[in-house]
Nanobody, 125 residues
């Protein structure tokens, strides 16, 4: 079955907020770190935020102090709270899981990542 499923994407006005959710069917067993990425047509997929098993987080400079990633220990679901949204935040947002050992903190932001969801669209106007 599908291991990662994103939800929560929507169309919002600039300055608004959204909370993205990522349901992880594998729980915590193989997820050394989790991340959110976004992509727009014609551009490379870019990292947005990451969180490791110790719940230490890292963020892209463009979203720092506006976005917050969290990981629910009870359900192992991962969330991305997005505040003060800007048009440049528009994109298809992916949840991803990294299985490699030896990564923590800011090292997780760029991966490598191994398991991906199908994405949820965020449009900010």
């Amino acid at each position: 079955h599908v291991q990662l499923v994103e939800s929560g994407g929507a169309s919002v006005q600039a300055g608004g907020s959204l909370r993205l959710s990522c349901e992880d069917s594998e729980n915590r067993s193989s997820r050394n770190y989790m991340g959110w990425f976004r992509q727009v047509p014609g551009k490379d997929r870019e990292p947005v935020a990451s969180i490791d098993r110790a719940q230490d987080t890292a963020y892209a400079d463009s979203v720092k102090d506006r976005f917050h990633i969290s990981r629910e220990y009870g359900t192992d679901d991962v969330y991305l709270q997005m505040n003060s949204l800007r048009p440049e935040d528009t994109g298809l947002y992916y949840c991803s899981a990294g299985l490699h050992p030896g990564y923590s903190g800011e090292w997780c932001l760029h991966g490598p990542y191994d398991v991906w969801g199908q994405g949820t669209q965020v449009t900010v106007s």
